[in-house]
């Protein structure tokens, strides 16, 4: 039986449980004119959600349901960073839903449903509860990304998203019951022991190698990255904005309770699968992201390398590459949200602002645009002094430490590689001559453009600053 103190535990996820019903109540008795209201009620649930996560954070370790539900430093900062960036989703999605006419309740439940499973996620003691965060995460991002019915493109996103995800989940799933079936445990904590003592260890390698191929999938990871172009290219952007985001936070979660917290023993093992998929991620993400026309489709190449530096800190298996990884993940999930929040700013009814060539003489038609998208590829790319850089530097630093400086000149490598395709869009912003007089300037709306610029100069500001954060990262792994 769940007591009083199991429930204070999990306040900020059940706050959040009651919030996104009474929210779904609200929007079936709300008149149309009346759904700002809904979207701003839906922003400062997230931001009452923050400070629930940072003023109940107890100064140790606690556990629920018999160690299911782990509250530490971990969940901590990756619960603050996933409202974060879902809030500024939030802020940035409205005038882009509007002039679709998908500004409909549902947006905004379905996400903070997401929400709850990234808490879930990133908080798991347990294989089932990794499990059931994860599915919650997954099928709301399903429906998110058939938002509009009306598109085929969505629709046939949708389709693909489901079929892929289902069969990732499906090797995952195998691989704990594998997992289980080799240790006689579900818990993260337990398995952690088991996992030495264990009179089957070939069924525990076979069960962690289905493990890696789930957490890949999550991460898009390649060669488990096929969804993710047709995903971000397919959705509504104020979608795809979202899961370019947010569920990166929760795939670095779940790597860390499955591979650091559940099966750090057989880091021998999982650490050299990683640096393969780490290798394969960043010669396919940056080497296909070259050849793309669309940005959304560049991104999303951008973000499967992006996985592969994430991996790089990962590989490590200690405390400093965890803290290396977690503070790009933070990074990424801030850049990229930068990134979609430019295009939607940019975009309005009839022109989706989705092909590079879009942005041509984009300094002359509107400058502060621009500027704003010329800083986050510099962070994207990681040019110093920007955020993006220091990520990069890190996680490089981290491989070189667990004796796999092959590893990091990789990352280097491809590192010079993807700056062409980042600078390729600035080029085409102050460069190239307008396509035709078309205007295209920042959204009207006051808290978007005021957000998103907080937003890309924080990139400049953490670049510059970055050692506090770095140091809040460092110490929920020392702790």
Partial sequence: MPNFNDILILLPELYLVVAACLLLLLDAFMKPEQRPMLHWL???????????????????????FNGMFVRDGVAEILKVFALLTTALVFIYAKPYLIDRKLFIGEFYTLTIFAVIGIMLLV??????????????????????????????????????????GALASGMLLYGMSMVYGATG???????????????????????????VVGIGFKLGAAPFHMWIPDVYQGSPTAVTI????????????????LLASGLGDLSQHWQLMLAVLAVLSLGIGNLVAIVQSNLKRLLAYSTISHMGYLLLGLVNAGPEGYAAALFYAISYALMSTAAFGVILAL????????????????????????????????SLAGVPPLFGFFAKLLVLQAAIH??????ALVGAVFAIIGLYYYLRVVKVMYFDKPVDGTEIRLQSDVSVRLVLSLNVLALLVLGIGWGPLFGWCQRVFVG
Wanted: hydrophobic fraction near 60%.
């Fill in 185 to 211: 445990t579900l818990s993260l904590a337990q398995l952690h022991t088991a996992a030495v003592h264990t009179s089957m260890p070939q069924l525990l390698i076979f069960g962690l190698i289905f493990m």
């Fill in 242 to 257: 979202f899961i370019g985001s947010a569920p990166k936070l929760a795939a670095f979660g779940m790597a860390y309770r």
């Fill in 42 to 64: 839906s922003v400062a649930v997230l931001l009452v959600a923050i400070y629930l996560v940072i003023a109940g954070q107890p100064p140790q370790a606690v556990t629920a």
């Fill in 123 to 164: 908080s798991a003691g347990n294989l089932l509860m990794v499990y059931l965060g994860l599915e919650l995460l997954t099928l709301s991002s399903y429906a998110l990304v058939a938002l509009n019915r009306d598109s085929s493109l969505s629709s046939e996103a949708a389709i693909k998203y489901f079929v892929l």
């Fill in 402 to 407: 667990a004796g796999m400086m092959w590893l």
């Fill in 347 to 378: 975009a309005r009814a009839g022109f989706e602002c989705e092909e590079i060539d879009d942005l041509k003489g984009l300094n002359q038609r509107s400058p502060w645009a621009a500027f704003l998208m010329m800083l986050v590829m510099f």
